[in-house]
């Protein structure tokens, strides 16, 4: 069995590295999304906070998945057509999810303003 070089070392720790990273920023905006959702449900209970919470909703989730492909992606990885597929069946997932909550999101704005 060979051993690694140098340059093999620290391309996997350059690897592990972005790995860590790209995770932290995903736990990241997952705490933020649930915070927005709590404070658009619960905390203020005001129509302008509702609309602030929605629109946050509406331009955050499509960044993100810009950011994702375009920033925390390797050249490797666009170039791979199984990591594509993979990449692009969680984002066609994930903006699933995003429609939703932006629905719950206009939901409680258009609730808030219908109670008064």
């Known amino acids: 069995m060979e051993s690694k070089t140098a340059e093999q070392e620290?391309?996997?720790?350059?690897?592990?590295?972005?790995?860590?990273?790209?995770?932290?920023?995903?736990?990241?905006?997952?705490?933020?999304?649930?915070g927005l959702t709590y404070v658009s449900f619960f905390a203020w209970n005001t129509s302008q906070a509702k609309a602030?919470?929605?629109?946050?909703?509406?331009?955050?989730?499509?960044?993100?998945?810009?950011?994702?492909y375009a920033f925390m992606t390797t050249e490797a990885e666009k170039s791979s057509k199984d990591f594509r597929?993979?990449?692009?069946?969680?984002?066609?997932?994930a903006s699933k999810i995003w429609?939703?909550?932006?629905g719950l999101f206009t939901a409680s704005y258009f609730e808030s303003l219908l109670s008064k």
């Open 10 to 34: 620290e391309a996997a720790a350059r690897e592990a590295r972005r790995i860590r990273r790209n995770k932290m920023i995903t736990a990241i905006a997952i705490v933020l999304s649930l």
């Open 52 to 68: 602030w919470a929605a629109a946050l909703w509406a331009v955050g989730p499509p960044s993100w998945f810009w950011i994702e």
């Open 85 to 93: 597929d993979r990449l692009k069946f969680a984002q066609d997932s």
């Open 99 to 102: 429609l939703a909550f932006g």
